[in-house]
């Protein structure tokens, strides 16, 4: 039995795919408009860091989608294939509780491990560098999470292209907060569930300006959403054939595409080209060289064949970067557009 469904939140806990009791009681919240809660209790392999894990999915401190309380619980929201949802997801001991509302709620339960890095297989990492050695031994819960999702990555990757993740996160947070829907459920002030992709084609030309979107970005999008069904099937690819169908979009080149199969399917190999900063921090890491450019930052990496994006997290976590010469918000993604 994979798990069980219940108003209550100490109903199922999860092992290995088989259901048990739990002797773990949730931590009680006020249940406000959204129905009652679904809940399932899942038991990792190993050690879970919910804020590495599920921190890459936020877009910005602002971001409605995404919220972290002082009970250390994560929020999330998502427009699933059974339609919005909101997650809450909250670490007590070995177990995980994850608590959801909305028609999505059932889908989002049910790839709760996927999210938290089940499918994720850590100890084939082998490290060939001191600092990722230290650095793997120090954060044993980095997991590399897999969504199943693919237009949640996409839309707010390409709005990060060619400018400052300032400017990206704004454009993402107005646009998301104007036409996204309220998010189920007893959720922290201002979440939103993102909107679909019909209403992504219908935000007009100066919403998109308003925003701060330029018309190559805004095109993209537009592109994009069109064709979100067949973008949405690439989740059942393997993580190089579903970027090649996101490269087919024209506007989405290889930062967006290695970008969003790092999350939508927890992609261990499928390494971040095109960026303005990791090549030199990778390079700075490794080599001791600040200026490596995308060529220099692969040689650096082939030892990590297999691993080389869980390398360059690694690197990004040990913290030995070097000093900046750039705007702290600089451009990050650079595609032909």
């Given at each position: 039995?994979?798990?069980?469904?219940?108003?209550?939140?100490?109903?199922?806990?999860?092992?290995?795919?088989?259901?048990?009791?739990?002797?773990?009681?949730?931590?009680?919240?006020?249940?406000?408009?959204?129905?009652?809660?679904?809940?399932?209790v899942?038991?990792?392999?190993?050690p879970?860091?919910?804020?590495?894990?599920?921190?890459?999915?936020?877009?910005?401190?602002?971001?409605?989608?995404?919220?972290?309380?002082?009970?250390?619980?994560?929020?999330?929201?998502?427009?699933?294939?059974?339609?919005p949802?909101?997650?809450?997801?909250?670490?007590?001991?070995?177990?995980?509780?994850?608590?959801?509302?909305?028609?999505?709620?059932?889908?989002?339960?049910?790839?709760?491990?996927?999210?938290?890095?089940?499918?994720?297989?850590?100890?084939?990492?082998?490290?060939?560098?001191?600092?990722?050695?230290?650095?793997?031994?120090?954060?044993?819960?980095?997991?590399?999470g897999?969504?199943?999702?693919?237009?949640?990555?996409?839309?707010?990757s390409?709005?990060?292209?060619?400018?400052?993740?300032?400017?990206?996160?704004?454009?993402?947070?107005?646009?998301?907060?104007?036409?996204?829907?309220?998010?189920?459920?007893?959720?922290?002030?201002?979440?939103?569930?993102?909107?679909?992709?019909?209403?992504?084609?219908?935000?007009?030309?100066?919403?998109?300006?308003?925003?701060?979107?330029?018309?190559?970005?805004?095109?993209?999008?537009?592109?994009?959403?069109?064709?979100?069904?067949?973008?949405?099937?690439?989740?059942?690819?393997?993580?190089?054939?579903?970027?090649?169908?996101?490269?087919?979009?024209?506007?989405?080149?290889?930062?967006?595409?290695?970008?969003?199969?790092?999350?939508?399917?927890?992609?261990?190999?499928?390494?971040?080209?095109?960026?303005?900063?990791l090549?030199?921090?990778?390079?700075f890491?490794?080599?001791?060289?600040?200026?490596?450019?995308?060529?220099?930052?692969?040689?650096?990496?082939?030892?990590?064949?297999g691993?080389?994006?869980?390398?360059?997290?690694?690197?990004?976590?040990?913290?030995?970067?070097?000093?900046?010469?750039?705007?702290?918000?600089?451009?990050?993604?650079?595609?032909?557009?």
């Amino acid at each position: 039995m994979a798990g069980r469904f219940s108003p209550r939140p100490t109903r199922t806990t999860v092992r290995g795919g088989d259901a048990v009791p739990s002797r773990v009681a949730a931590p009680a919240i006020p249940r406000q408009a959204g129905g009652p809660a679904r809940t399932r209790v899942y038991v990792p392999d190993g050690p879970v860091e919910l804020g590495l894990v599920l921190g890459v999915l936020r877009r910005g401190p602002g971001d409605p989608t995404f919220r972290t309380t002082p009970d250390g619980s994560v929020w999330r929201t998502a427009r699933t294939p059974a339609g919005p949802g909101t997650l809450r997801v909250c670490a007590r001991g070995g177990e995980v509780l994850g608590e959801a509302w909305g028609p999505g709620a059932e889908w989002l339960l049910d790839r709760l491990p996927s999210l938290l890095g089940a499918d994720d297989d850590p100890s084939a990492f082998v490290p060939r560098h001191r600092l990722l050695a230290v650095t793997a031994h120090r954060r044993p819960g980095l997991r590399l999470g897999r969504t199943g999702l693919v237009l949640e990555s996409l839309i707010p990757s390409v709005l990060e292209q060619k400018v400052t993740t300032l400017e990206a996160y704004r454009a993402w947070r107005v646009l998301v907060r104007k036409f996204g829907e309220a998010a189920p459920g007893p959720v922290p002030g201002g979440m939103c569930v993102m909107p679909s992709a019909r209403t992504w084609a219908l935000i007009p030309s100066w919403e998109w300006h308003l925003a701060g979107v330029d018309d190559k970005r805004a095109a993209t999008i537009l592109r994009a959403v069109r064709v979100a069904a067949r973008l949405e099937e690439a989740v059942s690819m393997a993580p190089v054939a579903a970027r090649a169908r996101l490269e087919v979009v024209p506007g989405v080149g290889p930062w967006t595409s290695a970008e969003v199969v790092q999350r939508s399917h927890g992609a261990p190999d499928e390494v971040t080209v095109g960026d303005l900063h990791l090549p030199g921090i990778v390079g700075f890491a490794l080599g001791g060289d600040r200026f490596a450019d995308d060529a220099g930052m692969l040689r650096l990496l082939e030892p990590y064949a297999g691993q080389r994006h869980r390398a360059a997290r690694l690197v990004l976590l040990s913290g030995r970067v070097p000093g900046r010469r750039a705007p702290r918000f600089a451009p990050r993604g650079i595609e032909r557009l």
